[in-house]
């Protein structure tokens, strides 16, 4: 019953290091994504892929990374933090028509 | 602009109340539609799906309106718990099936 597993839920980086956030879903989604929600921002979607091997770019893709190697797995990688880039960060799985299914969330702070 | 709008609020409302929400999309080959309910720093749960012709869930009804482009969720007989933000999500086709949020209504229900 884990549906989309999310790691860690909480960090904190020194501008400059670089990090990974994992998603892992066990429902054999096609899709998954990547989304960032900033105050009054709503949530905006950084990467997402269609499949295994499928990556495209979101709405604020700039300053992260990803790869799609398995259905299971959709790590974002943060390539050198920045303060801008403090923020909840929310993976989703979801198929073609169906609702999204979000994992707790990372909850990440550049100082 | 913003492919899903929504009134950011926030709906300060009584017990008991009815409130509206409504939201509108700019993607006409938009598929799929969904309310999700997000409480303060978790992650948005599916609320419930919204489908042409139109659906009630208990106390909530959502609304389709595909010629003009907008969704409504109509909350009957507000509950404290309630209180949330609820955020409409439209699944488009041509390209992907990558959910877009709005950016979400914020709900207060006071006794």
């Known amino acids: 019953n884990a549906g989309v597993t999310q790691t860690p839920k909480f960090q904190v980086l020194k501008t400059g290091q670089s990090m990974t956030l994992q998603c892992a879903q066990d429902m054999n989604h096609e899709y998954m994504s990547w989304y960032r929600q900033d105050p009054g921002m709503g949530l905006r979607l950084i990467h997402y892929s269609v499949g295994a091997g499928i990556t495209d770019q979101g709405e604020v893709p700039n300053g992260y990374n990803v790869s799609r190697s398995t259905t299971e797995d959709f790590p974002l990688r943060l390539l050198s933090a920045a303060p801008s880039q403090t923020s909840v960060y929310f993976c989703?799985?979801?198929?073609?028509?169906?609702?999204?299914?979000f994992g707790q969330g990372t909850r990440l702070t550049v100082v | 602009r913003k492919e899903v709008e929504q009134d950011p609020g926030p709906f300060n409302v009584p017990e008991g109340a009815t409130v509206a929400f409504n939201c509108t999309y700019s993607?006409?080959?938009?598929?799929?539609f969904f309310w999700y309910r997000q409480d303060c720093r978790k992650e948005p749960k599916l609320l419930m799906s919204v489908y042409s012709s139109g659906n009630e869930d208990g106390r909530f009804t959502a609304q389709l309106n595909r010629a003009s482009q907008y969704i409504s969720l109509l909350i009957r007989d507000s509950k404290l718990s309630d209180s949330a933000t609820y955020l409409c999500?439209?699944?488009?086709?041509?390209?992907?099936?990558?959910?877009?949020f709005g950016r979400g209504t914020s709900l207060i229900v006071h006794p």
């Open positions: 993607n006409s080959a938009s598929q799929s």
């Open positions: 989703a799985s979801s198929q073609t028509t169906t609702e999204a299914f």
């Open positions: 999500v439209v699944n488009a086709a041509g390209g992907s099936y990558i959910p877009t």
